[in-house]
C-alpha cells in the first residue's frame, strides 16, 4: 500500500483540461492514469484512476469541475430541459405531511409547504390548532445545504435535542433547545454518527467516533464507536463514556433507554443486519450484561412490561415474531413467544395503549394487524389501496396511532386511528396537481434464470396498449434486506403522463419475503440479483410491454451496482442507465468509511473465494472495449460519505476510456450534498429534470410540455 501510495506521488502532475478526445460529438476530460496495481491471489488487478480517491486534492476538484461542465452543457442544449424542470416543481408543489409522534400531551411533525427546502418541525397540543415551530432547517444555511436529521423530546417535554447534518454528510452536529421559552442552549456535540439520542434524567446518551484527521473526513475508514452520556449545561470534552469495544473497533453501537428511564439498551452491530443487545438497569447495575449473542439475528426493544421486554425479531424465525424476555430469566427457554411467525414478514411493530401494532408485508404489500400485549388478534386496520404503510407512530400511554399511507399514485396521506373506539380517520390528505385517477398499477409475477418467481409492480396510464412499443423506467434495489414496497414520487409523474410505464422489480437480496429471500441475493448468490433484473427487462419484452430500444433502468446506491453490473452483462437490452451513487469498485468499498460493514453483504476482496465472486461482477472491473454501451448517465455527490464518489469518478472515468460508441457517458456530480439524504427540495427538483431530461433526449421522447 506504502509502494502504490509513493507511485501516485511522483506521478507526473497533470493539469485536468478538457481536450479534444472527440467521441462522434461527445468531448471528455482528460483523465490521466497511473501505474497502480494490486495483485489479489495471484492476479493483478490495474487501478489506473486510483487518485480519484483523494477526494480533496487539487487536482480532483478539477476533474469534476471539467466532467460537469462536459455534462451540463449537454444538458442545457436539450430544448425541453426547462419545460420539465418547471413541470417537475409544480408537481412536487403541494402541502404534505408526516406522522405525528406524541410525548406527553405534545403532537409532533414535520410539515413541508410544497417547495420549502426542508420540511418544518412543528409542535401542537391540539392537532386541530395552528401549530408552533419548533426547528426550520431552512434557516440554517442560505443555499438549504444544512438539514435537520434527526431530533429527540425529552420525556419531561422539556427539552429537544437534534442533529444536523452539512451537505448531506453521514457527520451530524447535535444541539439542545429549550421547547418552554425557545431558548437554544449552549450545548453543542460534534462528530456524531450512526447514533441515537436517548434521553435519560437531565442528559441523554449518543454515540461518536473520533475526531477524524483534517482532509480526510469524508473518506477515512470510521472506528472505535464509542457511547456516551451528555449532562446538559456541561462541556462535550467532559462527558462521560458508557460504553466501548476496543478488542473490536470496527463496530458501532446505538443506543435507547426504556420509557421508565429505569434500563438502558445498547445495540452492537458489525454489518447492516444482524446485532447484539446489552442491557443495564440505570438503578442497581454497575455493568452491562448481554441480552443476545452472536450477530446470526435482529433484535428490536419495542416496549417493555416491568421487567420483561417486548421483542421483535427473526430468532428461529425469518419472517420475524414477537417474544418477551424476562430480564433477570435471559435465557432463550425462558422466552415468552408472544406472537409468532406467519406466512407473511412481519415487517415492524409499534406498542400503543395495551396493544401491539403490527405490520405485515405480503408479496410487497403492507397489511396492518393489531393484538393485544399478550398476542391476541383483534383486527386489521384499514388501507385505502394496495400500498404501503411507510410508518406507525405509537405511544405506550396513548390510545392514539398515526400511520402514512402512500402507493405509486397516492401521495402519502396520514391516518388517525383510536385503539379504544376502533374509529380510523383520514387526519391529512394532500391535494396534487394531476389526477389519481387516470393511472393504474398492477402486480406482476415472472420467473428468472433458476424458476423462481419474482413480482414486480407496473404503474402505467389506463388504456396503455400492449404493443411493444412503450417506454419503461425498470427500477431496483436488490439488497442488505430492504423491500421495495408501493411509494409515491412526483419525479415519476413526469414519465407516467409521457406515456411511460414504472416498473419495480422486487428481486432477491431485498426483504420482500423475510431473510432467506435476503440471503438468496447476497455473498455468492449475488448473481441471482443480476439474472432476476434482466429477466424483469426480459419479461416486459417477451409480454408485449416494450422493447429493448425503450428500456431505461435506474438504481441507486446498491442499486448504483445493480445498474453498473446488468449494463455490463447485457448492454444490449436497455436504452439508457442511470447508476445513481452506486458501489461500482467491488474490490476496495470496505476500505471507506463505513463500507467494511457491508462485508457481510457482499463478501471481500481479501478472500480468495470472494474475490474471484465481486470481480465477475465489479462494474468497475468488467467494462470492455468494443461494446455498444447504453446511454449512461452516472450520478453522485462530493459529500457523500456513505458510498464515497471515488466509486462513480473510477467508473465513468473507465467508460470514456474505453467506449467508442455514439451514446453518451457522463457523470453529474452534485455539489453540496451527499448520498441523499436531507438533500434540499430545490436541489432535488434540478436533478431529477435532469435525469429525465437525458432520458427523453436518448429515448427520442418529446414531453407534452
Not at 404489500?365 to 389501496?385: I, M, R, S, W
Not at 434482466?534 to 441507486?556: F, H, P, R, S
Not at 470481480?615 to 455527490?637: K, Q, V
Not at 462530493?638 to 467508442?660: C, M
Request: net charge negative; hydrophobic share 35%.
Amino acid at each position: 500500500m506504502k509502494h502504490n501510495i509513493l507511485l501516485l506521488i511522483l506521478s507526473a502532475f497533470i493539469v485536468m483540461t478538457v481536450v479534444s478526445c472527440k467521441k462522434h460529438h461527445f468531448e471528455y476530460p482528460e483523465t490521466k492514469k497511473v501505474d497502480t496495481v494490486d495483485t489479489y491471489f495471484g492476479t493483478e488487478v490495474p487501478d489506473p484512476y486510483r487518485w480519484l480517491e483523494n477526494d480533496t486534492s487539487q487536482e480532483v476538484k478539477e476533474w469534476v469541475e471539467a466532467q460537469n461542465e462536459v455534462t451540463f452543457n449537454y444538458l442545457e442544449q436539450i430544448p425541453f430541459r426547462s419545460k420539465i424542470y418547471d413541470r417537475t416543481e409544480e408537481l412536487r408543489d403541494y402541502p404534505r405531511m408526516s406522522a405525528p409522534n406524541k410525548v406527553g400531551d405534545k403532537y409532533f411533525f414535520f410539515k413541508n409547504e410544497g417547495l420549502q427546502d426542508h420540511s418544518v418541525l412543528y409542535m401542537t397540543e391540539d392537532l386541530d390548532e395552528e401549530p408552533e415551530v419548533v426547528i426550520d432547517p431552512n434557516k440554517m444555511s442560505e443555499d438549504g445545504s444544512v438539514s435537520l436529521a434527526q431530533y429527540k423530546v425529552s420525556n419531561d417535554e422539556q427539552y429537544i435535542a437534534y442533529a444536523i447534518s452539512k451537505g448531506g454528510s453521514d457527520w451530524r452536529e447535535v444541539f439542545v433547545k429549550n421547547l418552554e421559552t425557545n431558548e437554544k442552549l449552549d450545548d453543542h456535540i460534534k462528530w456524531v454518527k450512526f447514533s441515537n439520542i436517548a434521553w435519560y434524567k437531565d442528559g441523554f446518551f449518543y454515540s461518536k467516533f473520533e475526531t477524524p484527521e483534517e482532509g480526510s473526513e469524508l473518506s477515512a475508514v470510521n472506528k472505535n464507536h464509542k457511547v456516551y452520556y451528555h449532562k446538559l449545561g456541561t462541556s462535550p470534552d467532559k462527558d462521560e463514556l458508557v460504553f466501548q469495544n476496543p478488542k473490536y473497533p470496527e463496530r458501532n453501537y446505538t443506543t435507547d433507554v426504556s420509557k421508565d428511564e429505569k434500563y438502558l439498551y445498547i445495540y452492537e452491530t458489525r454489518s447492516t443486519h444482524g446485532n447484539n443487545v446489552y442491557i443495564k438497569n440505570l438503578q442497581t447495575d454497575k455493568d452491562f450484561v448481554k441480552l443476545t449473542t452472536g450477530f446470526k439475528y435482529e433484535y428490536d426493544i419495542i416496549g417493555h412490561e416491568g421487567d420483561k421486554l417486548i421483542v421483535h425479531t427473526n430468532y428461529n424465525a425469518p419472517k420475524y415474531k414477537v417474544v418477551k424476555i424476562d430480564v433477570h430469566k435471559r435465557d432463550v427457554g425462558n422466552w415468552i413467544e408472544v406472537i409468532p411467525e406467519k406466512e407473511d414478514l412481519l415487517q415492524r411493530c409499534q406498542i400503543g395503549k395495551d396493544k401491539i401494532i403490527a405490520s405485515y408485508l405480503k408479496d410487497a404489500k403492507n397489511n396492518v394487524k393489531v393484538y393485544t400485549n399478550d398476542g391476541e388478534y383483534l383486527y386489521n386496520l384499514d388501507l385505502p389501496a394496495l400500498g404501503s404503510v411507510n410508518s406507525i407512530s405509537a405511544n405506550q400511554d396513548s390510545k392514539e396511532v398515526f400511520y402514512a399511507f402512500s402507493s405509486y399514485t397516492i401521495p402519502r396521506e396520514i391516518w388517525k386511528h383510536n385503539l379504544n373506539s376502533k374509529e380510523t380517520e383520514v387526519l391529512y390528505k394532500p391535494e396534487v396537481k394531476f389526477d389519481q385517477e387516470d393511472y393504474v398499477t398492477e402486480q406482476v409475477f415472472y420467473e428468472s434464470k433458476d424458476d423462481t418467481k419474482i413480482p414486480m409492480f407496473l404503474t402505467y396510464k389506463k388504456g396503455m396498449k400492449k404493443d411493444g412499443n412503450n417506454p419503461v423506467m425498470l427500477y431496483g434495489y436488490g439488497g442488505f434486506n430492504i423491500s421495495l414496497t408501493p411509494s409515491f414520487s412526483s419525479n415519476n409523474m413526469i414519465w407516467l403522463e409521457n406515456g411511460g410505464i414504472y416498473a419495480v422489480a422486487n428481486i432477491r437480496g431485498g426483504g420482500e419475503y423475510g431473510e432467506r429471500w435476503h440471503k438468496q441475493g447476497m455473498r455468492l448468490n449475488k448473481m441471482n440479483v443480476f439474472n432476476d433484473f434482466i429477466a424483469a427487462a426480459e419479461y416486459l419484452i417477451e409480454d408485449n410491454y416494450t422493447n429493448n430500444e425503450k428500456i431505461a433502468i435506474q438504481g441507486g446506491s446498491n442499486g448504483g451496482l445493480l445498474v453498473g453490473a446488468v449494463v455490463n452483462k447485457r448492454p444490449d437490452l436497455f436504452e439508457v442507465a442511470i447508476p445513481a451513487v452506486g458501489v461500482m469498485d467491488m474490490l476496495r468499498f470496505h476500505k471507506f468509511t463505513i463500507g467494511r460493514a457491508w462485508v457481510d453483504e457482499y463478501g471481500s476482496s481479501e478472500d480468495s473465494l470472494e474475490f474471484q465472486n465481486l470481480i465477475n461482477y465489479s462494474p468497475l472491473h468488467n467494462i470492455e472495449s468494443g461494446i455498444d454501451y447504453p446511454a449512461i448517465l452516472a450520478m453522485t455527490a462530493d459529500h457523500d460519505d456513505r458510498v464515497v464518489p471515488a466509486h462513480s469518478f473510477k467508473y465513468i472515468a473507465t467508460l470514456q476510456e474505453k467506449y467508442d460508441g455514439n451514446n453518451p457517458t457522463m457523470i453529474r456530480i452534485q455539489t453540496k450534498a451527499g448520498h441523499g439524504a436531507g438533500k434540499a427540495v430545490s436541489v432535488k427538483n434540478q436533478e431529477e429534470a435532469d435525469k429525465w431530461s437525458f432520458i427523453f433526449d436518448n429515448m427520442d421522447m418529446k414531453p407534452s410540455y
